[in-house]
């Protein structure tokens, strides 16, 4: 056996080169360090001049009017010299200093923004795929089909619910930077997706934590807010889809939103219960009579919206009565979708410790009348679309049939369209279809022939 010298590993392109420029004091030239690590870490090369760079990052300081000027003057060399300017520090936090002298700089945060200023270079200067070292694709690893794919916004939670742990396991809310979604949800659409579920423990608290802190996205400023996150959101070209939403008072502009047509149609709001004792005792915030009129006010504005919600029958303590209060609510309601579960005890809830349990058989008694009522609404919803052309998104073809969701299915736990004539339809692919029948939960359709 002859032996041979090892193969030398193909090298991946040349990495991209990033030029520095670090202001300021030690916390800013730490902010640098920590930038400049992850630049390495991510195999971008530091370029020593601005002409071997393909961007430059520069860190400024903006204490006193001197340091302003020279930051100024930093990034006036730096656009002179390279061009492609990302602007991070103390100067990005000062309102419009920056983009007043220099517009044509590509993007500029506040200090500490590690992650942002790295969301920016990834979008101006992306890092060159190297199988080598990248276990992983730009987009991660996604349990979900090519098509849609999940977006976590926030962690944690800042309400107390008596049923609910996640609290205890999670702590309060945690916000993610709104530059580190946005660019998430960016390298999810140029992946292939097609469809993006927003979910949160809370979504209408998105920004609550840092007080809706101004974050940026391709250079522009974006508060750590719903609104304003969908509002970028519905700019990437896909499907949008807000899950677990409070129906708290704001929630009315991002249905705003959804009437112009810039996210779906469609809210996931768990009420949980219509009682108002019962909601006292889940430490639930929303009033039944505030939630009936939130719902009127979103039908009048965005009439196509669907309302998907979630129920608990049998929560400790509740009466025939109060049951029928929330049965009440659901004919009132008209919700689209709703799922219902039987009150169980979750080990370390505070609701354990109410007195007077329902009995199993009564809960499951109570679950099955609440499933009885909502079935006649959802039919009788569903039926309405009967007629209707509607877009759906392809998830399943199978010779001339297809499985599809339109804007009020969200996958997993809503209906599908059944499609017909769906020969030449591919999977992630959006179609128009044309309703021709309607069940519970489905609905049955026709491809519209393309003109
Ligand atoms: S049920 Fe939801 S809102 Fe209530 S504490 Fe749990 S995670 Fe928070």
């Not at 052309?389 to 001339?400: A, F, M, R, Y």
Request: hydrophobic share 40%; aromatic share 6%.
């Amino acid at each position: 056996m002859t032996a041979s010298l090892p193969k030398a590993r193909p090298q991946p392109d040349t990495a991209p080169r990033v030029g520095f420029v670090s202001l300021g004091c030690p916390k800013a030239l730490v902010d640098s360090e920590a930038i400049l690590t992850q630049l390495r870490a991510e195999g971008y090369d530091i370029a020593p001049t601005y002409a071997g760079a393909d961007l430059v990052v520069v860190n400024t300081c903006g204490f006193i009017d001197a340091a302003v000027r020279e930051s100024l003057d930093a990034i006036a060399e730096a656009l002179a010299e390279n061009g492609k300017v990302i602007v991070t520090g103390c100067l990005g936090a000062k309102g419009d200093i920056v983009r007043e002298a220099h517009p044509d700089v590509l993007a500029v945060t506040g200090p500490h923004a590690r992650d942002e200023v790295m969301a920016h270079v990834h979008s101006h200067l992306p890092r060159p795929h190297d199988p080598y070292t990248d276990l992983v694709p730009p987009q991660g690893i996604r349990l979900t089909p090519k098509h849609y794919a999940y977006l976590k916004i926030s962690e944690g939670c800042n309400h107390r619910c008596t049923f609910c742990i996640i609290p205890s396991l999670r702590g309060d809310l945690v916000s993610r930077p709104v530059g580190d979604v946005m660019h998430e949800a960016e390298s999810l659409v140029r992946s292939g997706v097609k469809e993006l579920l927003v979910i949160s423990q809370d979504t209408s608290a998105y920004g609550v934590d840092v007080k809706y802190r101004v974050g940026f996205w391709g250079g522009r400023p974006v508060k750590t807010r719903m609104t304003e996150l969908c509002r970028a959101l519905g700019e990437l070209g896909a499907w949008v889809r807000l899950h677990y939403v409070y129906p708290y008072p704001h929630v009315d502009e991002v249905v705003s939103l959804m009437s112009e047509g810039r996210i779906l149609p469609y809210l996931d709001v768990p009420f949980q219960h219509a009682s108002p004792r019962i909601l006292k005792l889940m430490k639930r915030p929303a009033s039944t009579q505030k939630n009936l009129e939130r719902i009127r006010g979103w039908r009048a504005a965005c009439p196509d919206i669907t309302l998907r919600s979630t129920f608990i029958v049998g929560f400790p303590g509740e009466t025939e009565r109060e049951f029928e209060e929330l049965l009440a609510f659901l004919q009132e309601a008209q919700l689209d979708r709703v799922g219902c579960f039987a009150y169980s005890p979750v080990e370390g809830a505070r609701a354990n410790a109410l007195p007077d349990p329902v009995p199993e058989a009564v809960k499951e008694e109570r679950r099955e009348r609440f499933m009885g009522v909502q079935a006649q609404i959802s039919r009788a919803r569903l039926a309405r679309k009967v007629g209707r052309v509607v877009d759906i998104l392809v998830d399943e073809v199978k010779g001339s049939k297809a499985v599809g969701r339109s804007a009020a299915d969200a996958p997993e736990i809503d209906g599908v369209v059944q499609v017909d004539g769906a020969r030449g339809l591919s999977v992630g692919q959006f179609a128009k279809v044309r309703i021709t029948a309607a069940g519970e939960h489905d609905l049955a359709a026709r491809v519209v022939p393309r003109r």
